[in-house]
């Protein structure tokens, strides 16, 4: 058994800071605001949606020090554990000047209510101090998570561009104090369990995976936090009890990625931003489905193991993941069993995950030589939305032009991401063609049945899912658009 320690132990700007009496569901916006007065990071929606409240966390990593941009809002403080918060406070200039990014925002008039102000220039500061020179998409890509509802996008563009001018990334006070910082959080790593509080109202910190393991299997009913993409808001909005909460986010043991023979494993602790590197290198149709996952923050702290083992619907990564085959380890204890992903989702809120167990890593095909791949994600705007549909497609055409395998994931159409057994038998063994396409697609009646909700009707779906295999053949035969489908076929 680990030693346990009572505290959560982490830098807060310059500052040790140690806590023993932390709620499980304690957030770090509200503890910076009420804890400590440090109110330049607000609250505006509460669900890392607006950005108001982003600050920087840094943590050690293969790489060294990374800092990255999260929703302060949604982010627990039991997850802290061997980090360094950097808030708005801690931006400074030399002498009694402006940081250059608040510089640059003020002379190109990036701000007008401020409210939103603060949020915007922290997911610049993380910009600037990885690219000193972004692209118009990289600034594009770093603001996803932040909304303005009055200066418009524009002036915080030109502000963004200009920040060099006002100073030297390599000579930011961050950069400059990056070796001490650390040695700081090196000596916070201590091999240690946390445990705050009592009885259930509790928190734990595992030391490492095995740890953890058995941590679970003595609380199987405790709630495992990795990124709190989710778990976030069951707290914010639904006012739901997590306690006692595991936290798991910082455990090197599922932060990995490998990959053998053709085959990418992805440990459960991975975020999004972590994985995209290699996942957009590997299998370039995840690169632009990720981008499309929340706001950088978002991506920065959620996982795809969590996205897996939350279970939900509309989960963005099951479809493509389970088109592609991939394979799912679960540990309980030291006890592993390895199942076909799509085995995972049993029915809505259920899973095939026993008490104690808990997704350990998923197995990740590499599309064979040949064989065409791709994704598609319906939403009410392009960017940091979730999805009202979502279609995964993999496709092997024989060498005479039938096909010779094809799999169909959705998301939104069920209770769960799920197959589309239907349209794929319609279609397997038939040439790649419109005649197979058109008739394929009277099988998506027999495949779902889809909801309404406040993402789209049911029509809306039905219409949606069988355009996006329409789309699917038109972009991998070269050709145009043969058919149409209409609101009453898809009814």
């Not at 109110?39 to 990374?66: F, I, M, N, P, Q």
């Not at 479809?319 to 309980?332: D, E, N, S, W």
């Not at 010779?404 to 794929?424: F, H, L, N, Q, S």
């Amino acid at each position: 058994m680990a030693e346990i320690r009572n505290e959560i132990r982490f830098i807060l700007n310059g500052a040790d800071v140690a806590l023993t009496e932390v709620a499980p569901d304690a957030t770090l916006l509200d503890w910076l605001r009420l804890n400590r007065s440090l109110r330049g990071t607000k609250e505006g929606c509460a669900e890392g949606d607006c950005g108001a409240c982003t600050v920087l966390v840094g943590k050690l990593s293969a790489e060294g020090l990374v800092y990255e941009s999260v929703n302060a809002c949604i982010r627990f403080m039991g997850s802290l554990d061997g980090t360094h918060v950097v808030t708005v406070e801690h931006l400074r200039g030399h002498g009694e000047k402006l940081h250059p990014v608040q510089q640059a925002m003020v002379d190109f008039h990036g701000s007008q209510c401020g409210f939103c102000t603060p949020g915007f220039i922290m997911s610049l500061y993380g910009l600037w101090m990885k690219t000193p020179d972004p692209s118009n998409a990289a600034i594009e890509k770093a603001l996803q998570g932040n909304l303005c509802r009055c200066t418009g996008y524009e002036a915080i563009m030109r502000a963004a561009h200009a920040i060099s001018s006002y100073g030297k990334a390599a000579k930011d006070p961050l950069a400059l104090e990056r070796k001490d910082i650390t040695a700081r959080l090196e000596a916070l790593r201590d091999g240690a369990r946390v445990e705050v509080g009592s009885g259930k109202r509790r928190l734990i910190v595992p030391a490492d995976v095995d740890d953890f393991a058995a941590v679970l299997e003595t609380e199987p009913g405790a709630t495992i936090v990795a990124g709190s993409t989710d778990v976030g808001l069951w707290v914010t909005k639904q006012m739901r009890d997590i306690s006692p909460a595991i936290f798991i986010g910082g455990l090197e043991g599922l932060r990995t990625m490998s990959e053998k023979d053709g085959v990418i494993t992805i440990g459960a602790g991975v975020t999004y931003s972590e994985a995209f590197e290699t996942l957009t290198k590997r299998i370039p149709a995840l690169g632009p489905l990720v981008d499309r996952i929340g706001g950088e923050q978002v991506r920065n702290m959620g996982t795809i193991g969590g996205n897996i083992a939350n279970g939900s619907p509309i989960g963005d990564t099951p479809p493509p993941l389970i088109a592609l085959g991939a394979q799912l380890t679960l540990r309980k204890g030291k006890a592993r069993r390895t199942i076909p992903l799509e085995t995972f989702f049993i029915a809505y809120g259920k899973q095939d995950r026993q008490p104690g167990e808990f997704v350990e890593a998923v197995h990740v095909p590499v599309p064979a030589q040949g064989t065409k791949f791709a994704v598609y994600k319906v939403t009410k705007r392009r960017d940091e939305d979730i999805t009202a549909t979502l279609g995964a497609f993999y496709l092997t055409l024989a060498t005479d032009g039938t096909v010779a395998d094809i799999r169909i994931a959705y998301g939104g159409m069920a209770a769960t991401p799920k197959r589309a057994t239907a349209v794929e038998k319609a279609l397997i063994g038939k040439a790649w063609n419109e005649a197979t396409v058109e008739a394929a697609m009277a099988e998506y009646a027999e495949d779902f049945t889809p909801l309404t909700d406040m993402r789209a009707t049911a029509e809306y779906r039905a219409l949606a899912a069988r355009n996006l295999l329409l789309r699917f053949y038109i972009e991998t035969t070269g050709t145009k658009a043969p058919f149409q489908i209409s609101r009453n076929e898809a009814a």
